[in-house]
T-cell receptor, first 113, second 113 residues
Framework: GAGVSQSPRYKVAKRGQDVALRCDPISGHVSLFWYQQALGQGPEFLTYFQNEAQLDKSGLPSDRFFAERPEGSVSTLKIQRTQQEDSAVYLC???????????FGEGSRLTVL | KQEVTQIPAALSVPEGENLVLNCSFT??????LQWFRQDPGKGLTSLLLIQSSQREQTSGRLNASLDKSSGRSTLYIAASQPGDSATYLCAVRPGNYGQNFVFGPGTRLSVLP
């Protein structure tokens, strides 16, 4: 696609529900990142994929967070048993290896009630 | 651990002024540095990417410089316009390629007509 696409744009979940956020990176981009952004702050790293390999998941805040990219293109970030502190904007970004310029999607805004 | 700071946190200027936004990072071993703008409720839009071997990049009214040895980058905006109002973020990619980008907290810019 022309840009990084994320869905849903907005998600409201009741505490304890599971949610899944989808990211469709720019075609041909090997690297894919997930970031979490709280209101008024810069994005915080969650996890990084190179093709289908998850090379770094050091930023995932708990074992309730899980990300996958099984075929090296579309990625899903799953949050189990959501808590209020999970409310944030979840940003996906991709880059073409060897260049490094990062391109972001519009984000998925999660609100946990 | 790489840390990125941005000064000022917020800036309000009249239309037409030239302005400088500052970004500082603690570890000079970087692969590249990227400047973004973020409009309210939106994702991040890439403005300029500076590789570690470069000293500056220009795009239209924007000029970004990089002084790796002192751990600083500046974003210069010439002849500011109300449409430039947004939050500007810098992000540093550590020198060990493949690691995640580290973001600053951003500078919130308001250009008054």
């Amino acid at each position: 696609g022309a840009g990084v696409s994320q869905s849903p744009r907005y998600k409201v979940a009741k505490r304890g529900q599971d949610v899944a956020l989808r990211c469709d990176p720019i075609s041909g981009h090997v690297s894919l990142f997930w970031y979490q952004q709280a209101l008024g702050q810069g994005p915080e790293f969650l996890t990084y994929f190179q093709n289908e390999a998850q090379l770094d998941k050091s930023g995932l805040p708990s074992d309730r967070f899980f990300a996958e990219r099984p075929e090296g293109s579309v990625s899903t970030l799953k949050i189990q048993r959501t808590q209020q502190e999970d409310s944030a904007v979840y940003l996906c970004a991709s880059s073409f290896i060897g260049d490094g310029e990062l391109f972001f999607g519009e984000g998925s805004r999660l609100t946990v009630l | 651990k790489q840390e990125v700071t941005q000064i000022p946190a917020a800036l309000s200027v009249p239309e037409g002024e030239n302005l400088v936004l500052n970004c500082s990072f603690t570890d000079s071993a970087i692969y590249n540095l990227q400047w973004f703008r973020q409009d309210p409720g939106k994702g991040l839009t890439s403005l300029l990417l500076i590789q570690s071997s470069q000293r500056e990049q220009t795009s239209g009214r924007l000029n970004a410089s990089l002084d790796k040895s002192s751990g600083r980058s500046t974003l210069y905006i010439a002849a500011s316009q109300p449409g430039d109002s947004a939050t500007y973020l810098c992000a540093v990619r550590p020198g060990n390629y493949g690691q995640n980008f580290v973001f600053g907290p951003g500078t919130r810019l308001s250009v008054l007509p």
